[in-house]
Structure formats: structure tokens, C-alpha cells
Nanobody
Framework: QAQLVESGGGLVQDGGSLTLSCAASGVTFSGRSFSNYAMGWFRRAPGKEREFVSCISWSGGSTYYADSVKGRFSISRDNAERVLFLRMNNLQPEDTAIYYC????????????????WGQGTQVTVSS
């Protein structure tokens, strides 16, 4: 069964860095390989709705970011290893949230309802 598992979250001080990983397992997603899927990162802060953070095309050639993280976060993927990454620099307390990775067939999207598969999330806490 297709599965996404995030890791790399934790507690970091204001201005610190973390790298999140999302490993895809289950061989394929409904008969397609990991490289056929666009991938995204979303987050849910306490008391708030889930929001878009970043997404990347199947090839890695196109990336998009929310304005709030642009210039600080970097998304990448390794299709051979079936892993998605999110490098987060200069973390701020407002970045505190549960971070989720997601996969969708076709083109990249910043709309969470368009994604087909989701991980269970990893907590990122930034202390001031």
C-alpha cells in the first residue's frame, strides 16, 4: 500500500534550521512510480487551517513557495530514492506547525484538496 512518511521535525530556536524528509514506500502509487507524482509540503499551525508551503514538479524542474517561506525554505526531491525534502532556514516562531507531505498525479498544485496521498505529519516547533 502506498505510504508517505515524514521525518526530521523537532524543536529548534528562532533563526535555526531543519530539514524535513518524506519517504515514499509501497513500491508504487496506484501503478505509477514516485517520479510520476508532483509533491507538496503543507502545514497546520495550532488553531489554524492547513496551508500550502511548497510544491515541486515530478522532475524537480519546477518549484513553488508560499510567500511566507520564500527565500527561507527550499524543496527538492530524489526520485531514485523516492524521497522528498524541505530545507528550512531562518525558522521563525510562526513556522511552528505540523508539516505534511503529499503526492498528486499530474501537475504541481498549491491546493491541498487536489492531492491524492498524505503522510501523517511531523511536528516542527520554533522557540523564541
Amino acid at each position: 500500500q502506498a505510504q508517505l512518511v515524514e521525518s526530521g521535525g523537532g524543536l529548534v530556536q528562532d533563526g535555526g534550521s531543519l530539514t524535513l524528509s518524506c519517504a515514499a514506500s509501497g513500491v508504487t502509487f496506484s501503478g505509477r512510480s514516485f517520479s510520476n507524482y508532483a509533491m507538496g509540503w503543507f502545514r497546520r499551525a495550532p488553531g489554524k487551517e492547513r496551508e500550502f508551503v511548497s510544491c515541486i514538479s515530478w522532475s524537480g524542474g519546477s518549484t513553488y513557495y508560499a510567500d511566507s517561506v520564500k527565500g527561507r525554505f527550499s524543496i527538492s526531491r530524489d526520485n531514485a530514492e523516492r524521497v522528498l525534502f524541505l530545507r528550512m532556514n531562518n525558522l521563525q516562531p510562526e513556522d511552528t506547525a505540523i508539516y505534511y507531505c503529499a503526492a498528486r498525479r499530474g501537475y504541481v498544485s498549491e491546493y491541498d484538496e487536489s492531492y491524492d496521498y498524505w503522510g501523517q505529519g511531523t511536528q516542527v516547533t520554533v522557540s523564541s
